[in-house]
T-cell receptor
Framework: AQKITQTQPGMFVQEKEAVTLDCTYD???????LFWYKQPSSGEMIFLIYQGSYDEQNATEGRYSLNFQKARKSANLVISASQLGDSAMYFC??????????????FGKGTHLIIQP | DTAVSQTPKYLVTQMGNDKSIKCEQNLGHDTMYWYKQDSKKFLKIMFSYNNKELIINETVPNRFSPKSPDKAHLNLHINSLELGDSAVYFC??????????FGPGTRLLVL
């Protein structure tokens, strides 16, 4: 069974500092995908970044980057130059391999990030 | 342009009632999903569906059933609602392995 662990229930960070949100995963599959989502207080789920297990380079999307360490089974999200608008819940997720193409996501419990001015 | 939409946004109902949540995607995706987010913010997949198969999470009670009239729609029907069904329900869609687009969520409160 696949499992995602986010060990930081909450984090307080000063504005403009870099933030690292931890995510470790457990799977016996060789092919898998890792996602990060942001959920602000308004409730919508915003896709941030994706990393495939065979991708050789770490994924980047603007201020977001994914520190993918395959041997350690970790996929930490790094937010550079944090902004007040980054305050939200952040979820790490892994694509399940259902075998038929309709692969759902297994989510971690999330990290509540608060950016302080 | 809304990619994945859900109606209603809020749903308040009495225990024992039957209700439906509608989901539509205009992305042309083949696969759609339903997720449940509980009061502790934990997200769990309920169903995955494409034109070939329906995958049901074994923990989902059979009071919940997805209905897909066409590729762009996946509605969620819930029979005999219980207090524990109160949650936020998210619809999502995907085409490639590296995309998952979520709808805005439907906040269900069972009284």
């Amino acid at each position: 069974a696949q499992k995602i662990t986010q060990t930081q229930p909450g984090m307080f960070v000063q504005e403009k500092e870099a933030v690292t949100l931890d995510c470790t995963y457990d799977t016996s599959d060789q092919s898998y995908g890792l996602f990060w989502y942001k959920q602000p207080s308004s409730g919508e789920m915003i896709f941030l970044i994706y990393q495939g297990s065979y991708d050789e380079q770490n994924a980047t999307e603007g201020r977001y980057s994914l520190n993918f360490q395959k041997a350690r089974k970790s996929a930490n999200l790094v937010i550079s130059a944090s902004q007040l608008g980054d305050s939200a819940m952040y979820f790490c997720a892994m694509r399940m391999n259902s075998g038929g193409g309709a692969d759902g996501l297994t989510f971690g419990k999330g990290t509540h990030l608060i950016i302080q001015p | 342009d809304t990619a994945v939409s859900q109606t209603p946004k809020y749903l308040v109902t009495q225990m024992g009632n039957d209700k439906s949540i509608k989901c539509e995607q205009n992305l042309g995706h083949d696969t759609m999903y339903w997720y449940k987010q509980d009061s502790k913010k934990f997200l769990k997949i309920m169903f995955s569906y494409n034109n070939k198969e329906l995958i049901i999470n074994e923990t989902v009670p059979n009071r919940f059933s997805p209905k897909s009239p066409d590729k762009a729609h996946l509605n969620l029907h819930i029979n005999s609602l219980e207090l524990g069904d109160s949650a936020v329900y998210f619809c999502a869609s995907s085409q490639e392995r590296w995309t998952r687009y979520f709808g805005p969520g439907t906040r269900l409160l069972v009284l």
